[in-house]
């Protein structure tokens, strides 16, 4: 367990996801640092066009922010270790606010890639930090729900300040946004101080969890317990990146009038989306007790969803098809968010929950940054339909990888357990069911499987024994 300053009874013995201490303070936390990252990330891109600068530019100034973001995240676990949540929390919503002021100088290369660097320093760091502690907060019994609510303050957020952003720079300017931003920020890092101070709980040694029963079995290699659903959640935000930054641009292309009015709309429609279908996600996993239910709907989903942009922007479809398309990206990615999550602390053990938050964190944030940049060449090329098609592409093969993953077998991976081990466990299944099936006839028909089984040729050496003959309570049988 995580060091805490609360007694772990107090945990334990919660009997919902609100009666944990310090979950309401990381929701609002959460919800303010996203806020942050939520005003710019449609405006910087947008500024950088506005400013003179290319498609290209306006893609790497999303791809700087998030490799940025996940070099941080691949130390931040060994941060959260050496001095806890609160400080790391505090230090990231910090730096995530501040450098947007930076912004103010200008639209030049250096300045867009320099500052944007620093905010997905504190960005990478957020996001492994607030994702695990919604594990440390609440009891496995919650997680689903935990991990879902969690989407919520993050969509409601992003539904409203993603707007928000592009609205503010139409009626007052860029600067301002840079502002609002930095000062949202700086709130967020205020409320952290209300967690708990935890620390995350020490990497357990294999031989301290390893079964009894399977013992000298061999501990299976992190990045095969989490390379599908890292597959899967990389696929949709590498599109997510596309539609954050771009979008807006391909609406007031489509349609000039109502473009600029129904970019912001959209957005926050995928955003609202997300929220929704990620909560009810985490809410069918805590149902079944495990995740993976609704992985292959949603990617076939956002398969769907962004085909349909790419068509409604080479055609010049009417804009109103694109909140249709945008309901279902945005619900899907909602869901694979969750499923992909719950999935990592699922398959590592409960003291590893850091980790599979980094793993999760760097997944999404390296899709998304790679996204930006390689679908903002392609937009360059082959305009922006060309970037969304490219994205559908991407999470048809991510889908493809979830379903190889589930024709191989539904199989509860753990640290101790492997596919190969499960597939060498499929021939002793078969024959349990087999011998289980085989005992229920001999209850039911005792006659013919009787006769049944004196059919078997003789072993050597054996003597058959003669069948009884029927009696007639037998035969009445």
């Not at 639209?107 to 930090?129: C, E, K, Q, Y």
């Not at 979008?247 to 970019?263: M, N, S, W």
């Not at 081990?421 to 085989?438: E, G, M, N, S, T």
């Not at 005992?439 to 009787?450: D, F, L, S, W």
Request: glycine share 10%; aromatic share 10%; with cysteine.
């Amino acid at each position: 367990m995580a060091t805490r300053d609360l007694p772990s009874a107090s945990l334990d013995d919660a009997t919902s996801v609100w009666e944990c201490p310090g979950f309401v303070a990381t929701l609002i936390a959460v919800a303010g640092a996203f806020g942050s990252y939520a005003l710019l990330l449609p405006v910087i891109p947008k500024a950088v066009v506005d400013g003179g600068g290319s498609s290209s530019l306006a893609g790497a100034s999303t791809g700087a922010f998030m490799l940025a973001t996940v070099l941080t995240q691949m130390v931040t676990p060994k941060m959260l270790r050496a001095v806890g949540y609160n400080p790391v929390m505090v230090g990231s919503a910090f730096m995530l606010g501040v450098p947007a002021l930076g912004h103010l100088l200008g639209m030049d290369p250096w300045i867009v890639l320099l500052f944007s660097a620093l905010r997905g320093m504190g960005f990478g760091a957020l996001t492994v930090a607030q994702s695990a502690l919604s594990a440390e907060l609440v009891p496995v019994k919650f997680l689903g729900k935990s991990t879902g609510l969690l989407g919520i303050s993050i969509g409601l957020s992003q539904m409203f300040f993603l707007p928000v952003g592009l609205s503010v720079s139409r009626e007052w300017g860029y600067s301002w946004v840079y502002i609002i931003a930095a000062g949202v920020a700086l709130v967020a890092a205020l409320m952290c101080a209300a967690i708990p101070r935890l620390r995350p709980a020490p990497v357990v040694e294999t031989s301290q969890y390893e079964y009894p029963e399977e013992q000298g079995t061999p501990v299976t290699a992190t990045w095969k317990l989490i390379t599908v659903p890292a597959l899967a959640v990389t696929s949709l935000s590498m599109t997510f990146g596309a539609v954050s930054s771009f979008l807006p641009l391909a609406v007031e292309e489509v349609d000039p009038v109502l473009g600029p009015a129904i970019a912001g709309i959209i957005l926050a429609i995928v955003s609202g989306a997300m929220m929704v279908f990620r909560y009810v996600s985490g809410w069918i996993a805590d149902r079944k007790g495990m995740p993976g239910a609704t992985m292959i709907p949603a990617q076939i989903a956002a398969f769907v969803g962004t085909a349909l942009m790419a068509a409604v922007i080479e055609w010049s479809w009417s804009v109103w098809f694109l909140v249709v398309a945008g309901i279902l990206f945005g619900g899907a990615f909602g869901m694979v968010q969750n499923e992909s999550l719950l999935s990592m602390f699922f398959r590592l053990p409960r003291s590893r929950v850091s980790d599979a938050s980094t793993y999760w964190n760097m997944s999404y944030d390296a899709g998304t940054g790679i996204g930006s940049t390689l679908l903002g060449a392609v937009a360059g090329v082959f305009f922006y339909s060309g970037a969304f098609a490219a994205g559908s592409i991407f999470i048809a093969g991510g889908l493809l990888m979830t379903v190889a993953d589930h024709v191989i077998g539904r199989h509860r991976i753990t640290e101790h357990s492997n596919m190969r081990a499960r597939l060498r466990q499929v021939p002793v299944a078969r024959q349990a069911v087999y011998q289980a099936r085989r005992v229920r006839r001999v209850a039911t028909r005792p006659v013919e499987v009787t006769k049944l089984v004196m059919r078997r040729p003789p072993r050597p050496g054996w003597k058959r024994r003669e069948e009884p003959p029927a009696t007639d309570q037998s035969a009445g049988s």
